[in-house]
């Protein structure tokens, strides 16, 4: 007695190759069982800032440049004292024209004239001050400084930008200075033109004295 035994293939197994091959798609693949470890090593700080320290958050903000800008009333006042100091300079620089023999007359020609020397004593005020000093004497009274967008320092251009952005805020009829009242982030012409911005120097240096602390 003979007995036959059929061998059945799998059935599509010729099929499904050759559709694979068709369209590009990848054939399964035997699955692997080989287990893989993640260790996480960010600082848990980063995630959760409520669950941290106050100074660890501190140091975060200032890593990623987070400094909160100065409030239009604090930047309002110190406006106010930078205008009189101008005038102040700008009243010394006509007295002393005054006292050389120059003579105050009612002209076109002379308004022309006070206008362009208005004009450049208050860039050179707001000029010095800002790109040797960082801060005018209106700020220094209200506790302002110069931050830029990043974070940093601001560079020598920024603040020679900065400089000449208020001229530009200034001459357009304050159009620039208004800006703040719109702006979404309440910053003025001359903020965005050297992407810098006025922040409480108190908070500067209190992030800067939590990065000097040893650390444990």
Not at 1 to 29: N, Q, Y
Not at 55 to 80: F, H, K, M, N, W
Not at 124 to 139: E, K, R
Not at 174 to 198: A, I, M, N, Q
């Amino acid at each position: 007695m003979h007995s036959s035994v059929a061998v059945a293939e799998a059935p599509g197994l010729e099929d499904d190759f050759s559709f694979t091959i068709a369209i590009g798609r990848p054939a399964k693949k035997k699955e692997s069982h080989d287990s893989r470890m993640e260790i996480d090593v960010s600082h848990p700080c980063e995630t959760w800032p409520p669950d941290c320290p106050e100074t660890v958050v501190q140091a975060v903000e200032q890593r990623q440049g987070l400094y909160p800008t100065a409030s239009i009333e604090e930047r309002r006042l110190a406006g106010i004292v930078d205008a009189f100091c101008l005038l102040f300079a700008y009243g010394g620089f006509l007295l002393l024209f005054g006292s050389l023999g120059g003579e105050f007359t009612l002209s076109k020609l002379s308004a022309a004239v006070y206008t362009a020397t208005f004009a450049f004593v208050y860039l050179q005020y707001f000029a010095l001050f800002t790109v040797f000093g960082g801060t005018t004497p209106g700020m220094m009274m209200r506790g302002l400084q110069v931050a830029s967008f990043s974070g940093d320092a601001p560079s020598p251009r920024q603040l020679l930008l900065r400089s000449t952005g208020y001229m530009l805020s200034a001459g357009t009829f304050f159009l620039g200075y208004l800006w703040s009242v719109w702006d979404e982030d309440s910053l003025t012409w001359h903020d965005r033109l050297s992407r810098t911005y006025l922040t409480s120097a108190q908070t500067l240096a209190d992030v800067e004295a939590t990065n000097a602390a040893p650390t444990r």
